[in-house]
């Protein structure tokens, strides 16, 4: 009885500390539990934040400002020897025909400066805009036509509302008699937005309204297509070897060793040794896809070798034992059971280091890249950039408008980035193969 007695104040006192401790561990795991979440919506709306920024900047970008002009194709200006010279065509004056528009349209303004600032309200390229029609169809020559003309970036940018009409006219970089045109256009219709073509059709210009991403997009593409070319077989070579046919010694565990440390070293450093080895001793051309290619090709290839290596590992063994006992040589192990297993995750690997490879900058700065190209490159020794350095040289630039443009190449190249992303997704899902 008093054994009994004595032992139940005992189990009360373990009964209660051990009932203290899970409420402790349940308070605990519940504050880990909001932490976790804390951290996670903090994340994402950091990253809705970046992009809202992105977007809301970049958006405008892909509207551009035009303006209603009559044109009178002068053939005294144009042709003035009427023979229809392809040469004489190409050389006219054109700029003197929107001259002559803008001042039919504003007959009252005069003085050299009045007028210099009048046409100002036009881009250098509607001249441009104008041969490019005659020379297509050179029927217009002696007809009257009301074209819209692209505005200058100083007139895109207000009618977009990002010129302040409060502040002083010697703080802003449009004056008020420009404004006051303008008004008068807009109010008559004759100015609106239209998309923008130019964005994706041309070069980069010194003028923000002439600046397009065409070079550096085809710059990127012949990049990663000498990259990929080079890297992707390259790499799941050295994988397979690796793994399947090379001995275990100190050779190749000092291989793998470098070949991870080779994926952490920071991509200046290949830049550096494109710059030494690609340009100064074999003297290839700077600025070209050839060259960027090559760089990037070295700083792929360890990812492509780590995650080839991983994706055969993935692999059972019993594939392999299978395929011997039934007589297959290890070549033809290899090469028709292991490899086609193993190729969805070398694949993913691949884009995801493609992927890691379109976004580099650094590198490709040190190779010449960062060069000021206006013409599109048409092949591999072309001088060109990319989206990124076409970015970085953007985001340098003094004028509000390309800052609209800076943040729509960063648009463009986060698609091609979260488009590479999803299809390194959906090939690993599709191809995926379940023991």
């Given amino acids: ?20 401790g899970l409420v402790r561990r349940h308070a605990a795991e519940r504050r880990f539990r909001w932490y976790g979440l804390i951290a996670v919506t903090l994340g994402l709306a950091f990253v809705v934040l970046m992009f809202g920024n992105i977007i809301s900047k970049g958006y405008p970008a892909f509207w551009q400002t035009y303006i209603q002009v009559p044109i009178q194709f002068d053939p005294a200006v144009i042709d003035p020897e009427g023979k229809r010279d392809s040469q004489a065509l190409q050389s006219a004056d054109y700029a003197a025909l929107v001259r002559t528009g803008m001042r039919r349209m504003f007959p009252a303004v005069e003085g050299r400066m009045e007028l210099r600032a009048l046409y100002g309200l036009v881009s ?11 020379l297509q169809n050179p029927d217009l020559i002696g007809t009257e036509q009301t074209i819209w003309l692209l505005a200058s970036a100083n007139v895109d940018t207000l009618i977009k509302g990002n010129i302040d009409r409060s502040l002083d006219e010697t703080l802003r970089p449009i004056k008020d008699d420009q404004i006051g045109w303008v008004d008068r256009l807009q109010s ?19 003028e923000p309204e002439q600046a397009g991403i065409r070079g550096a997009l085809m710059g990127s593409f012949y990049t990663l297509l000498v990259t990929f070319l080079l890297s992707f077989p ?22 793998e060793v470098n070949i991870n440390n080779l994926a952490a070293v920071p991509s200046i450093v290949f830049g550096l040794l494109g710059l030494a080895v690609f340009i100064n001793f074999f003297g290839l051309p700077r600025s070209a896809p050839l060259v960027g290619g090559l760089v990037l090709s070295l700083m792929t290839l ?5 995650a080839g290596r991983a994706a055969l590992t993935s692999v059972p063994p019993s594939i392999r034992e299978a395929a011997l006992g039934i ?5 033809q192990m290899v090469g028709h059971h292991v490899l086609p297993l193993a190729m969805p995750g070398m694949l993913t690997g ?3 280091g493609m992927a890691r490879a379109l976004g580099e900058s650094a590198p490709l700065l040190m190779i010449g890249m960062v060069a000021f190209i206006v013409d599109v490159p048409k092949g591999l020794t072309d001088p060109a950039t990319v989206l990124p350095v076409q970015i970085y040289l953007w985001s340098d630039l003094p004028e509000r408008a390309f800052v609209e443009r800076t943040s729509a190449a960063i648009m463009v190249l986060l698609a091609f980035m979260i488009v590479m992303n999803g299809l390194a997704i959906i090939l690993r899902k599709r191809f995926e193969r379940r023991w």
Avoid: C, H
Wanted: aromatic share 6%; proline share 4%.
């Fill in 1 to 20: 009885m008093n054994k009994t007695a004595s032992s139940n104040p005992l189990q009360r006192d373990i009964k209660t500390i051990v009932n203290a």
């Fill in 124 to 134: 250098s390229a509607g001249a441009l805009d104008l041969q490019k029609r005659v």
């Fill in 188 to 206: 008559a219709g004759q100015i609106e937005k239209q998309f923008n073509t130019i964005l994706f059709n041309s070069g980069d210009s010194r």
């Fill in 234 to 255: 390259i790499g799941v070579a050295t994988a397979v070897y690796l793994e399947e046919f090379a001995p275990k010694n100190r050779w190749t565990d000092l291989i």
């Fill in 302 to 306: 360890p990812v492509i070798i780590i």
């Fill in 327 to 331: 007589g297959a040589s290890k070549l």
């Fill in 350 to 352: 691949s884009i995801i």
